[in-house]
Structures are given as structure tokens and as C-alpha cells.
């Protein structure tokens, strides 16, 4: 059975000094996480103003022909982001489990470096399909006066 000891204040402090990492991990996914969402923003903005564009209209028509690619660039960004968030919830739960082994005076390190190694490699992931959005963003006729 499990004995609830209250974490004295050495034990909090070295958590803390612990959890510093993680905590700065989950500050970096979330400021990436909402330049994921900007983006994916632009890509839904561009689409629709491509769907509102009239099939008889001549002089615009030819920019359907963007459209697969949008749909490319949009799944990158999808599975990025949701990457960044399991990402961002192993970080959470990393701290969580700190604390809560803590209290319950139970080893963690298993447990944490596993979540740490989830957590980054997800992150790596994102951070792959950011990059393979973005070459996909730079086409040729985007880069046309």
C-alpha cells in the first residue's frame, strides 16, 4: 500500500529544479503551437477565397488549380499541430507525475524519461511537417511579381 508522506521542502525544491526543463519544453510547444494555428489560418483563408472564386470567371479561374496543394500544405500542418499538443500534454504530464511521485514517495524516473522522450520526439515530428509545409509554401508562382 501506498503512504501519503507530505514532500518536505529539500524534496520540493529538487522537483522543481527537475521539472525546470519540461517547463521550459512546454513554453516553446506552446509558442510553436500558435505559429501552427497562424498558419493553418492563412492556408483556410486562402482556400476559401479560392472556393469563392466563380468557374466562369476567366481571368482568376486558373487559381483552382492551387487548391491540392493547400490541401497538402493543411494535412502537414494538422498532423504537426496535433503532435505539438500530445507533445505539450506528455510535458504536462512529466510535471504532474514529479509531483505526484513525490508526495507518494514512489521512484519516477522511468516514468518521466519516457514521457521526456515521447514528448521530444513528437516535437521532432512536428517540427518535420512545419518543414515540409513551408517548402511546399514556397512555389514558384508565389514567388512572382
Known amino acids: 500500500m501506498l503512504s ?15 521539472v525546470a526543463a519540461p517547463a521550459f ?37 486558373h487559381l483552382k488549380a492551387d487548391l491540392p496543394r493547400l490541401k497538402r500544405r493543411a494535412a502537414l500542418l494538422n498532423r504537426a499541430l ?3 499538443v500530445i507533445s505539450s500534454i506528455f510535458t504536462g504530464l512529466i510535471i504532474i507525475v514529479a509531483f505526484i ?6 521512484a519516477h524516473e522511468y516514468g518521466v524519461a519516457l ?3 515521447g514528448a521530444l520526439l513528437l516535437f521532432c515530428s512536428s517540427l518535420i511537417d512545419l518543414v515540409r509545409e ?3 509554401s ?3 508562382s508565389d514567388l512572382q511579381a
Open 115 to 117: 514521457l521526456f522522450i
Open 25 to 61: 519544453l512546454l513554453g516553446a510547444v506552446a509558442s510553436f503551437i500558435s505559429v501552427l494555428v497562424g498558419r493553418i489560418n492563412r492556408v483556410v483563408d486562402r482556400a476559401q477565397f479560392l472556393h469563392a472564386i466563380p468557374g466562369d470567371h476567366e481571368s482568376k479561374a
Open 82 to 84: 496535433i503532435c505539438a
Open 101 to 106: 511521485s513525490a508526495w507518494f514517495s514512489m
Open 4 to 18: 501519503i508522506v507530505t514532500p518536505s521542502i529539500d524534496q520540493l525544491s529538487r522537483i522543481i529544479a527537475t
Open 134 to 136: 513551408a517548402r511546399i
Open 138 to 140: 514556397l512555389h514558384d
